[in-house]
């Protein structure tokens, strides 16, 4: 079965399903990019600048699986993430961890050659001339069901059904288990991402259509299962195995730790590789992954941004 470009701007339990499917089957999702189809290939900063914000991060869905009830769990296992060849990453005014440091809007554009398949297997440049390069990892960035509250939600923030996790390590390969809070389910899936650090700090990561391809199982008895829980594919991230460079930060705040935990590495990026600040904060976002280092020494906590050294292929 198969469903294209069903689009909505919320979770809401009283959304009617657009697929009833039974528990076991296979669904292929063709998804928009997160900002619905207003930016392209050719888009420029006038594009950004009149994105309509009602239509970012749309989902495809609901899909209904029939016996979901209330306590179950919905196992997603993602069997295929196929990005499209282009993408795009974007300082979006007011949004992103560093957002009070970076008001000026940007906007890069990508090629993806080979990114469709298995995660790792392709690289997209960054910076050619500087020898900058990022493994593909698509995934997609909102998977989850619907919550038993009445009243509307975004699909911008996660919620303990799920939604906009952004979670890196969900792609082709894994399993996602969500907590099922009304009948049916109502799973719901979009935002796909060619690659993603983990924090996704500057608030988008390589943005891009994907079509994705997964089966959705009802599972009982499993009631440790409150809030999103996740097995990761075997094969290991971009990152895993390699030598990285970690910068820190630390605070008795765990945002500010991780605010000057990514200041460290954009400071790092310009002085090593050239890379203006801007740069530096969107190669943060796509390739860089925040790490929770120490957390029971108070008052302060330690925080790290950890960037792979492969992805630097000039000396």
């Known amino acids: 079965m198969s469903i294209h470009a069903v689009k909505r701007a919320q979770c809401h339990v009283a959304i009617p399903p657009v697929l009833h499917v039974a528990s076991g089957d296979t669904v292929s999702f063709d998804c928009l990019d997160a900002s619905n ?11 950004l600048a009149a994105l309509d914000f009602a239509r970012l991060d749309q989902v495809n869905g609901p899909v209904h699986i029939a016996g979901a009830r209330p306590g179950d769990t919905l196992r997603v296992d993602v069997l295929d993430v196929r990005a499209a060849d282009w993408g795009w990453t974007a300082l979006i005014p007011g949004f992103g961890l560093l957002a009070d440091e970076f008001p ?10 080979g990114a469709e398949g298995g995660a790792g297997r392709a690289y997209a440049w ?24 009445r009243g509307a939600f975004s699909t911008i923030p996660p919620y303990r059904t799920g939604g906009n996790i952004d979670t890196r390590h969900v792609t082709a390969g894994a399993t996602l288990f969500l907590p099922v809070e009304v009948e049916g389910a109502l799973f719901s899936i979009g935002d796909g991402h060619a690659a993603q650090g983990d924090g996704e700090v ?12 997964v089966r959705l199982t009802v599972v009982q008895d499993t009631p440790y299962v409150q809030t999103p829980h996740f097995t990761t594919p075997s ?55 925040l790490r929770m280092h120490e957390v029971v020494d108070m008052p302060n906590y330690v925080i790290g941004m950890m ?9």
């Open 202 to 213: 500057c608030g988008t990561a390589i943005e891009t259509p994907m079509k994705v391809t």
């Open 235 to 289: 094969a290991g991230s971009p990152a895993d195995g390699g030598e990285c460079y970690c910068t820190t930060g630390v605070d008795p705040d765990i945002r500010e730790a991780t605010r000057a935990a990514v200041r460290g590495m954009i400071a790092y990026l310009g002085a090593t590789h050239g890379l203006s600040r801007t740069d530096a904060y969107m190669l943060c976002s796509v390739a860089g992954d």
């Open 37 to 47: 189809g207003q930016l392209t290939p050719t888009s420029d900063l006038a594009a």
């Open 307 to 315: 960037m792979p050294k492969s992805i630097f292929t000039k000396a």
């Open 126 to 149: 960054f910076d050619e001339a500087r020898g900058i390069r990022v493994p593909l990892w698509p995934f997609a960035g909102e998977m989850g069901v619907a919550p038993a509250q």
């Open 104 to 113: 000026a809007p940007a906007l890069k554009l990508w090629t993806l050659p």
